[in-house]
T-cell receptor, first 110, second 114 residues
Framework: SQQGEEDPQALSIQEGENATMNCSYK?????LQWYRQNSGRGLVHLIL?????REKHSGRLRVTLDTSKKSSSLLITASRAADTASYFC??????????FGKGTSLLVTP | SAVISQKPSRDICQRGTSLTIQCQVD?????MFWYRQQPGQSLTLIAT?????????ESGFVIDKFPISRPNLTFSTLTVSNMSPEDSSIYLC???????????FGPGTRLLVL
């Protein structure tokens, strides 16, 4: 069964704006990872945040994790057309494989 | 990171036939997994490919339909057997060097069954 649920399912913004995607999950986790997928291709790993971390940054990406609310958010600042893709959160339950959410489809228009 | 290749990148197959997908990693890894992504859907884990032993399958997936091999720490194959149009999906392998670390994905194999 799917552990994570992204919100919103679809997001449309203009270049230069910020995009925020949220992920909620149901059970305790060891870590949470965010991935990007362009047009049905392979997944590109964006960032991993561990259960004892609250925030991580990587370039224009900022990820937060609130284990008390069982939620995470991905913020993309100053978005570009090249950021158009589907974004998935995935949780690692017990050092095993990943459980993926349904994804957020992001469209960035020039 | 890990460099992962998959072959074939895409294929169109007739129902009733089988297709074997290969996954090659540029270095030894502890864990290898196979996922399926049906059209417009998220990823679902098929199985964990265990080196030197039988794969561990998730609920809803069986060895007869999806036989998996992992002869060493850098290579694995997934066979989709007796295919039907419902098997049309993207099949992705992923690797993890150590537990609870980043999982990296291959480029995927896009399969269409007619």
């Amino acid at each position: 069964s799917q552990q994570g649920e992204e919100d919103p399912q679809a997001l449309s913004i203009q270049e230069g704006e910020n995009a925020t995607m949220n992920c909620s999950y149901k059970t305790s986790i060891n870590n949470l990872q965010w991935y990007r997928q362009n047009s049905g291709r392979g997944l590109v790993h964006l960032i991993l945040i561990r259960s004892n971390e609250r925030e991580k940054h990587s370039g224009r990406l900022r990820v937060t994790l609130d284990t008390s609310k069982k939620s995470s958010s991905l913020l993309i600042t100053a978005s570009r057309a090249a950021d158009t893709a589907s974004y998935f959160c995935a949780t690692d339950l017990s050092g095993y494989a990943l459980n993926f959410g349904k994804g957020t489809s992001l469209l960035v228009t020039p | 990171s890990a460099v992962i290749s998959q072959k074939p990148s895409r294929d169109i197959c007739q129902r009733g036939t089988s297709l074997t997908i290969q996954c090659q990693v540029d270095s030894q890894v502890t864990m290898m997994f196979w996922y399926r992504q049906q059209p417009g859907q998220s990823l679902t884990l098929i199985a964990t490919a265990n080196q030197g032993s039988e794969a561990t399958y998730e609920s809803g997936f069986v060895i007869d339909k999806f036989p998996i091999s992992r002869p060493n720490l850098t290579f694995s194959t997934l066979t989709v057997s007796n295919m039907s149009p419902e098997d049309s999906s993207i099949y992705l392998c992923s690797v993890e060097r150590a537990r609870q670390e980043t999982q990296y994905f291959g480029p995927g194999t896009r399969l269409l069954v007619l």
